[in-house]
């Protein structure tokens, strides 16, 4: 298998991340009722694959990569679930997915802010369009998810026992 580079490494990671998270938005979408909510969600899904798919086109154009790049993104992708089904337990709800989508979408803000920095330097073909697309995107989620999150603690009493 190839060797991958750090920048590489860091775009495995995010592919792996866009496909957890659309796992992780089809869970959190089945613990909320408000169809509104259902369909940001939805649509965070349907950015993922997008994601997902243009990533992995980049990931395609990198001198024989792109089964090592894929390899390292289903190991993050596993990570990633493995950490949502320890967090989300058989008695989570709604503003337990929220809090951890808040979390989720914080990391992949940082991921993608780390490979437009490594991509600086590196200038692969076609990344800088994603990134440039996808940052924005990432903090859309990221505000999203922590504004659910507020909202749906706003409606919890805060005396109840947990």
């Known amino acids: 298998m190839a060797e991958l580079t750090q920048l590489d490494a860091k775009i495995a990671e995010v592919i792996g991340l866009a496909q957890a998270a659309q796992g992780a938005t089809e869970k959190i979408s089945g613990l ?8 940001t969600l939805g649509k965070m ?12 086109n980049v990931a395609e154009n990198l001198d024989g990569k792109k089964t090592a790049i894929l390899e390292k ?3 993050t992708k596993q990570e990633a679930t493995e950490m949502m089904s ?12 929220f809090e951890f989508l ?4 914080a990391g992949e803000v940082g991921h993608w802010t780390v490979v437009r920095t490594m991509n ?8 800088q369009e994603i990134v ?6 990432q903090q859309r989620h990221f505000e999203q998810t922590l504004e659910g999150s ?3 603690a706003a409606d919890e009493d805060p005396n109840e026992p947990a």
Do not use: C, F, S
Request: no cysteine; net charge negative; charged share 35%.
């Open 120 to 127: 600086e330097r590196a200038n692969l073909p076609g990344l």
């Open 45 to 56: 899904k349907q950015e993922a694959a997008e994601t997902e798919e243009r990533t992995t």
């Open 32 to 39: 909320v009722e408000d169809a509104e909510i259902k369909q």
């Open 132 to 137: 440039d697309w996808m940052i924005p995107i």
């Open 86 to 97: 320890t967090y989300l337990g058989h008695d989570a709800d709604a503003l337990d997915g």
């Open 73 to 75: 993104a289903r190991e």
């Open 150 to 152: 507020v909202e749906l």
């Open 102 to 105: 808040t979390m989720a979408e």
